[in-house]
């Protein structure tokens, strides 16, 4: 039926491809692209170094910065990045050196901190089990 050696490989290897994505939907395996759970990441649209009391040290697409309550801040983004908070993925690093006890952790949705802000992405930092102030690093890629 097909007389080259190339032509049975192709018609083998398309096979086993659909194959292999039947078997994925079967499994429940997503293989469509979900744009509602895609981030918006193109490239760094904002970056901050941040005091412990709040205070930027340095910044980039930042509009704003304020310590709320202990150990809890909010960060506000300029107009001009367009950065949708509820779908970034922003990255954040303490700068202290109280090692593995210390953490911090940001929402991304609003938050009574931030009087429900949609526009504020929430930081809380922490040592152990309490919110405790302390300085970090922000990159919203």
Same mark, same amino acid.
């Given at each position: 039926?097909?007389?080259?050696?190339?032509?049975?490989?192709?018609?083998?290897?398309?096979?086993?491809?659909?194959?292999?994505?039947?078997?994925?939907?079967?499994?429940?395996?997503?293989?469509?692209?979900?744009?509602?759970?895609?981030?918006?990441?193109?490239?760094?649209?904002?970056? %901050?170094?941040?005091? *412990?009391?709040?205070?930027? =040290?340095?910044?980039?697409?930042?509009?704003?910065?304020?310590? !709320?309550? +202990? /150990?809890?801040?909010?960060?506000?983004?300029?107009?001009?990045?367009?950065?949708?908070?509820?779908?970034?993925?922003?990255?954040?690093?303490?700068?202290?050196?109280?090692?593995?006890?210390? %953490?911090?952790?940001? *929402?991304?949705?609003?938050? =009574?901190?931030?009087?429900?802000?949609?526009?504020?992405?929430? !930081?809380? +930092? /922490?040592?152990?089990?309490?919110?405790?102030?302390?300085?970090?690093?922000?990159?919203?890629?």
């Amino acid at each position: 039926m097909f007389k080259t050696i190339k032509a049975r490989r192709g018609i083998i290897g398309s096979a086993a491809a659909l194959g292999l994505l039947a078997a994925g939907a079967v499994a429940g395996v997503a293989i469509a692209d979900d744009a509602a759970v895609r981030a918006k990441a193109p490239y760094a649209m904002a970056s %901050a170094q941040i005091n *412990a009391d709040g205070t930027r =040290a340095q910044s980039k697409g930042i509009k704003s910065s304020t310590k !709320v309550a +202990t /150990g809890t801040y909010c960060v506000t983004f300029d107009d001009a990045t367009r950065i949708d908070v509820s779908r970034s993925t922003p990255v954040a690093t303490l700068v202290t050196s109280g090692g593995p006890q210390y %953490a911090i952790n940001l *929402a991304t949705y609003p938050t =009574a901190s931030c009087d429900y802000a949609a526009d504020a992405l929430t !930081v809380y +930092t /922490g040592e152990r089990l309490l919110l405790t102030d302390a300085p970090f690093m922000l990159l919203v890629p």
